[in-house]
C-alpha cells in the first residue's frame, strides 16, 4: 500500500522513466517571480550524460541529474475534490526544486509508480493555504504586462524558457493573449503556463544573433531571472526597457 507521502528509493533517473506511463503530467517550476508549467502528457524520457531529458508534443525539458538528487511522492494534494499527487524534485539539502503533478489522478499515478515498489514514509507537510488578502494589482507600467502586449501585438512566434538550478525548461508558439490576474501576468494555452508575478522584472538585456534575439529577463535589482525571451528581433519591437548586452 502506499503512503501519503514517501521517499523513493530509486534513483531520479529510474524513476523519472515512470513518466510516460502517468498520462497527463504537469512539470511545474517557480523561480524568482516565474511560475513556469508544461502540462500533457510525456512522450519520452531519455537518461544519459548526467542529464534526464522530457519530451514529447507537450514537453520539453532537460532535469540536471547532479542536482536533483532524490524523489518524494506526495499524494495529499488536492484541487477541489480531485487528488493531484506529485513527484517532488529535490536537491541535496531537501529542498524541493519544481514538482512532476499527475493531472490524471490517483490512480494513474500510483500505476506509473508500482513497478518501483513502497518508499520510504514521511511525515506530511504543512500547506500553504491562502492568507484572504487582496492580491496586489498591476501597475499601469508593469513591464511584464508591457513586454507581452508589445509580443501580442507584433504577432510573431516566442520561445519562453525557465531556467533555474536542476532545471531548464521550454516552450514555443504563438503568444496567447495574457491575461492579467490575482497580482500575475498570465500567459496561457493548453499545454504551457506562465504565471508572472508583478513587478517581477526591472529591465532585458538583448543579444542580437543574425535577425533574431534573445531578451534575458532581469529583476529590479538588474539580477538574471532565469527567464529567457526569444524569437525574430520584430516580436520584440516596443518592449520596454531593452538594454543591448554588451559584447
Do not use: Y
Not at 500510483?110 to 496586489?136: F, I, K, M, N, Q
Not at 513591464?143 to 531556467?163: C, K, R, S, Y
Amino acid at each position: 500500500m502506499s503512503h501519503p507521502r514517501e521517499r523513493l528509493k530509486q534513483s531520479p533517473a529510474e524513476i523519472l522513466t515512470c513518466l510516460p506511463a502517468m498520462g497527463r503530467v504537469m512539470l511545474s517550476a517557480r523561480f524568482n517571480g516565474a511560475i513556469h508549467e508544461r502540462m500533457g502528457e510525456v512522450g519520452s524520457v531519455a537518461v544519459g550524460d548526467g542529464e534526464a531529458r522530457l519530451a514529447g508534443a507537450f514537453h520539453d525539458s532537460v532535469i540536471d541529474l547532479s542536482v536533483v538528487v532524490g524523489l518524494v511522492a506526495d499524494r495529499s494534494g488536492k484541487m477541489r475534490d480531485k487528488v493531484l499527487p506529485r513527484l517532488e524534485c529535490q536537491d541535496a539539502s531537501g529542498e524541493t526544486l519544481f514538482s512532476l503533478i499527475g493531472l490524471g489522478g490517483l490512480e494513474a499515478f500510483d500505476a506509473a509508480l508500482a513497478p518501483l515498489g513502497a518508499g520510504e514514509p514521511l511525515e506530511p507537510v504543512a500547506r500553504e493555504t491562502p492568507s484572504g488578502d487582496a492580491a496586489p494589482e498591476l501597475a499601469e507600467d508593469d513591464l511584464g504586462a508591457a513586454t507581452f502586449a508589445a509580443i501580442l501585438e507584433n504577432g510573431q512566434p516566442v520561445a519562453i524558457d525557465l531556467t533555474r538550478p536542476g532545471l531548464f525548461q521550454h516552450w514555443a508558439g504563438a503568444l496567447p493573449e495574457p491575461k492579467p490576474m490575482m497580482g500575475f501576468v498570465n500567459v496561457m494555452q493548453g499545454d504551457f503556463h506562465l504565471h508572472l508575478e508583478a513587478g517581477a522584472l526591472g529591465g532585458w538585456l538583448r543579444t542580437d544573433h543574425a535577425g533574431d534575439a534573445e531578451l534575458q529577463a532581469l529583476d529590479p535589482d538588474g539580477r538574471p531571472t532565469g527567464l529567457v525571451l526569444r524569437g525574430p528581433g520584430a516580436a520584440f519591437a516596443g518592449v520596454p526597457k531593452v538594454h543591448p548586452a554588451r559584447g
